[in-house]
């Protein structure tokens, strides 16, 4: 399948602060997803991109998905510690669903 | 709604024993997948099934045999148990249209120690 590649690996912020999250890949993606995942916890469906160009938000989530659909963003507005865990996109390729391998982020309080 | 249900959720095996991850859902969901993910790694896909009788091979499936006879169930199987196949598996499921799998809604996870 398509490999998409995320960056930073891994993230600590201070409570408050902006955090970001980016996904790449070297070929056109058909759709991307964002999921998160809680420390312990399973991933839970955040959002799907699927045109060029899209942007959508989610309270203080900001999501986006590149005009040449090859790279995604996620954006988190004044970080909270509920915030806390990894965040994975994913793309289809073909009928295989396979992920990035993540951004785990930290905040400190 | 129990959603993506998962069993066992935590399982000890020696080398080379068998053993079968049981997984169902209730949302009549085409499609199905496994997931393998190791200690601050992400996730790997295993297997995937498009519909009951249709599987295929996803990214790391040496080792592991899945079947779906039926729409809600579908098992994973370890032949013969490796130290390397110690992990943390999720089966997911979703809809399935022409661009491919949808929103994926995951179980718990079974914890496998291989020793």
């Known amino acids: ?109 | 709604n129990a959603g993506v249900t998962q069993t066992p959720k935590f399982q000890v095996l020696k080398t080379g024993q068998s053993m079968t991850l049981q997984c169902a859902q209730d949302m009549n969901h085409e499609y199905m997948s496994w997931y393998r993910q190791d200690p601050g790694m992400g996730l790997r896909l295993i297997h995937y099934s498009v519909g009951a009788g249709i599987t295929d091979q996803g990214e790391v499936p040496n080792g592991y045999n899945v079947s779906r006879s039926t729409t809600e169930d579908f098992p994973l199987r370890l032949l013969s148990a490796a130290p390397s196949q110690t992990s943390v598996y999720f089966c997911a499921s979703s809809y399935h249209d022409r661009v491919g799998a949808g929103e994926l809604f995951f179980g718990e996870g079974s914890r496998l120690t291989v020793l």
């Open chain 1, 1 to 109: 399948g398509q490999q998409v590649m995320q960056i930073p690996q891994y993230q600590h912020v201070q409570e408050g602060e902006d955090f970001t999250t980016y996904c790449n890949s070297s070929t056109t993606l058909s759709n991307i997803q964002w999921y998160k995942q809680r420390p312990g916890g399973h991933p839970v469906f955040l959002i799907q991109l699927v045109k060029s160009g899209e942007v959508k938000k989610q309270k203080r989530l900001t999501f986006q998905f590149g005009e040449a659909k090859k790279n995604s963003s996620l954006h988190i507005t004044a970080t909270q510690t509920t915030d806390v865990g990894t965040y994975f996109c994913g793309n289809n390729a073909g009928n295989m669903l396979t992920f990035g391998g993540g951004t785990r982020l930290m905040v400190k309080p």
